[in-house]
């Protein structure tokens, strides 16, 4: 294979992966993202529009939370401005906006509290660089708070573990509750609180969705693979984001599931009610309101009678459900104590490869050369397996069990310290294009990097989010939109399901292709 | 009256480092933690936190990893004032402890490696372009108070000799609440003044990142999400969610 960046143009990439720009002031500070329209705002509890009194609100909120949740607290607390974060953020190396620099981001709200709540803020000001609270610091908050995808790729970086998402999820919450919502976030949570899902997508026209996939799956393997939806009953429910029915190359992903539990010879199902493993709240930093996307799932495992709940792929809705389902929705008492719960789908594929149950031809994947992106949340939020670090090695075993071909990026821009794709947080919007662009700077390099020395002509990720970013952003860098796959795309390929190939008496018509 | 002068500074930076500190640490005890929020890859296991922490707490293993400059000072800063501050046990004990005694060249040193990391960070603070732009004018003076320690702990030694035996009087008095005579050299002064106003501020600053570490979720908590349900205090307030499914909202 060629390697894939015959088009690329060199000047858009950095010379290394970690080039750190010099400071640009105010670089990013026209990009601006949509704000949530009142019915938005209200469906999730918040105020519609911003409030009269909204700084009293602000300093309000920020004490309560402080009061509410430890991290915030000790956070806004410890910091030494060592600056040891300072050149780990994507969107500073991308947009070099110094204010995209961790403790920069965090001084945004970190000097307001001093300000209110601290001794040395409210009597000498000036010394520790407090500040009174004004509309243009909360335009200011919600412009870069906008441009953080609370990936923790900083944390990882600072000697006292000091998160910059719970700051931003905590400054979104504040704005939040003074009436300025993102309408990307807010939209998609009030849509998935009427339908069960991001796309606002019914369970009829998801029923459909899916015949026409098994179609598909039917006509390429000649064997019968059902995409159940609502089956009461069945052992496992698949939770898996709702891009998975509809996204290229998210779909290639959902097929891949789809043969490995029929391989697996289990019962399974999805849920209309919820049909979305995504969970925005995160994003907005409203537990509220995560709480009550995640009580979904619990209720539908309830009503279906499932055993078992397995997630697809998808990075933030995977911290939710490894990090926070138990904590959000359990106790679940009612399914099967011998599964993790709830159990990742690259967990699940792992043990039917290890125990030999899957047949696979790795061959059919070789005209790729893969590398792997470590999608963030996944990386720094989460667990697969039951050895430290097993997110990183589950995923890259699954994808040497069907792919003969594979080299990892330079070693700082994966595992714990892999970069956000650009898109995570609730940037994943078209408004926000060219900080996503921006942001995906370091990986673009880092992946051009394996292309040029190795021949790497594929990506394989995790994460929905990850996956419509790079599909997006990677033609910008020069690279095909299809050169992110799912790693279920992989293994869709390399399995072989029984009666595919040797029984052609039964389907003669179905010819498969490989 | 300096003498009288700087018991009561000592009694008052003594009572707020104790008390104010106290109370911090006490806050963060008592917040809630929200959510499971280790940074992972997380120890699964409390003995592996640790570990973890004691290899953060001993050898600033993620300052290392990120940023081997700062990394260097910083050790250089914190282990020389380690040795330090145990070089002067000696000035509040009576017999001195042997391994105090044991220390006390090494403690002479230590100072030296304690004023080159002060240095380094500083200079970094004014020449590091993104240094510069996070620092607020009480991070320069938080360091410049600590050289203006070392330095004039050292002219004691070095330029203006000091009566240590008159000093060591002063303090083990201090100790009983009997105020002796203070030398009033100037250096001794400073230097005591100094570390009276470092104590002073310890609790109102970032300082408190010394504390702090060990209250940080991030760091703190064992990755076990799955196998054990985690709800914090706060959280067991919320109104409950109905368990079924509203048939209304199908559709």
């Keep these: 294979m060629a390697p894939l960046d015959k088009k690329a143009d060199d000047d858009k990439f950095m010379d290394n992966p970690f080039v750190i720009p010099p400071l640009e002031c105010g670089a990013s500070l026209d990009t601006d993202t949509f704000k949530a329209y009142p019915e938005h705002n209200e469906a999730l509890g918040f105020p519609g529009e911003l409030l009269d009194n909204w700084k009293e609100v602000a300093i309000a909120k920020m004490g309560e939370l402080a009061k509410r949740n430890r991290a915030f607290q000790v956070y806004l607390d410890t910091c030494v401005k060592c600056g040891a974060c300072t050149d780990k953020c994507q969107y500073f190396l991308g947009t070099a906006d110094p204010k995209n620099m961790p403790v920069a981001r965090q001084d945004l709200l970190r000097s307001v509290y001093r300000r209110y709540y601290t001794f040395a803020g409210k009597y000498f000001p000036w010394l520790v660089g407090a500040r009174d609270l004004t509309k243009e610091v909360l335009d200011e908050w919600y412009t870069y708070y906008h441009q953080c995808s609370q990936c923790r790729r900083c944390s990882v970086a600072c000697p006292y573990g000091i998160d910059t998402a719970e700051i931003s999820m905590a400054a979104r919450e504040i704005l939040d509750s003074v009436g300025v919502g993102q309408k990307y976030c807010n939209e998609?949570?009030?849509?998935?609180?009427?339908?069960?899902?991001?796309?606002?997508?019914?369970?009829?026209?998801?029923?459909?969705?899916?015949?026409?996939?098994?179609?598909?799956l039917e006509d390429e393997t000649g064997v019968a693979v059902k995409i159940p939806l609502d089956v009461k009953g069945a052992d496992i429910l698949l939770i898996t984001p709702s891009a998975d029915f509809f996204a290229e190359p998210h779909i290639d992903g959902l097929l891949g599931y789809a043969k490995v539990f029929h391989s697996a010879g289990v019962s399974w199902t999805l849920s209309s009610y919820a049909s979305e493993a995504a969970n925005f709240g995160m994003f907005i930093g409203s537990y509220e309101n995560m709480r009550e996307v995640s009580w979904r799932i619990r209720q539908a495992a309830k009503d279906l009678g499932v055993k078992r709940i397995i997630f697809g792929e998808c990075g933030h809705a995977w911290r939710v459900a490894y990090s926070f389902l138990n904590t959000l929705a359990g106790p679940f008492d009612f399914l099967d104590q011998n599964y993790p719960i709830p159990q990742h789908i690259l967990e699940f594929t792992?043990?039917?490869i290890e125990s030999g149950r899957l047949k696979i031809d790795k061959s059919r994947n070789d005209e790729f050369v893969m590398t792997y992106h470590d999608s963030c949340n996944v990386a720094r939020g989460s667990a697969m397996g039951d050895k430290e670090g097993g997110q990183f090695d589950v995923p890259r075993a699954v994808i040497k069990a069907v792919c003969n071909n594979f080299h990892d990026m330079e070693r700082d821009t994966i595992r714990e310290n892999t970069f956000c794709c650009g898109g995570g947080g609730g940037l994943l919007t078209d408004d926000l294009m060219d900080l996503r662009i921006k942001g995906a700077k370091p990986r673009m390099t880092a992946l051009k990097q394996v292309s040029d020395n190795h021949g790497v002509n594929k990506m394989a990720a995790i994460c929905a989010i990850c996956k419509t970013q790079f599909a997006k952003v990677m033609p910008k860098y020069g690279f095909e939109m299809d050169t992110i796959?799912?790693?279920h795309q992989l293994v869709a390929n390399a399995v072989i399901l029984d009666g595919q190939e040797s029984d052609e008496a039964e389907e003669p018509t179905a010819e498969e292709t490989p | 009256m300096i003498s009288t002068v700087y018991a009561v500074l000592f009694y008052v930076a003594t009572v707020l480092l104790i008390v104010g500190t106290g109370m911090k640490v006490l806050k963060y005890a008592r917040t809630p933690i929200l959510l499971k929020i280790p940074v992972s890859p997380a120890p699964r296991t409390k003995r592996g936190v640790v570990l973890r922490m004691l290899r953060e707490v001993l050898f600033f293993e993620s300052l290392f990893k990120s940023n081997k400059w700062i990394w260097i000072f910083a050790y250089l800063f914190h282990y020389g004032m380690a040795l330090v501050l145990l070089r002067h046990l000696r000035y509040f004990t009576d017999p001195v402890w042997w391994w105090v005694a044991l220390i006390q060249p090494f403690g002479i040193l230590?100072?030296?490696?304690m004023f080159a990391g002060l240095g380094g960070l500083m200079a970094r603070r004014i020449f590091q372009p993104r240094i510069r732009y996070i620092s607020n004018p009480s991070d320069y003076l938080m360091l410049a108070l600590l050289m203006l320690i070392v330095f004039s702990g050292y002219s004691m030694k070095f330029l203006a000799h000091t009566d240590i035996i008159a000093l060591k009087a002063y303090m083990l008095g201090l100790?009983?609440?009997?105020?002796?005579?203070?030398?009033?050299t100037l250096p001794l002064l400073v230097h005591l003044a100094s570390v009276a106003t470092l104590m002073i501020i310890f609790p109102i600053s970032k300082l408190m990142h010394a504390p702090g570490l060990f209250f940080a979720p991030s760091?703190?908590?064992?990755?076990?999400?799955?196998?054990?349900?985690?709800?914090?205090?706060?959280?067991r307030n919320l109104p409950p969610l109905p368990e079924g499914i509203p048939t209304s909202e199908e559709g």
């Design chain 2, 219 to 235: 760091r703190t908590m064992v990755d076990n999400a799955r196998d054990k349900r985690f709800v914090s205090k706060w959280a």
């Design chain 1, 188 to 216: 998609i949570i009030a849509k998935l609180k009427k339908t069960g899902n991001n796309l606002g997508l019914n369970p009829k026209a998801l029923a459909a969705t899916l015949e026409d996939l098994e179609e598909d």
């Design chain 1, 350 to 352: 792992l043990d039917e």
């Design chain 1, 485 to 487: 796959m799912s790693v």
């Design chain 2, 110 to 113: 230590a100072g030296f490696a």
């Design chain 2, 175 to 184: 100790m009983r609440f009997q105020i002796g005579d203070l030398p009033t």
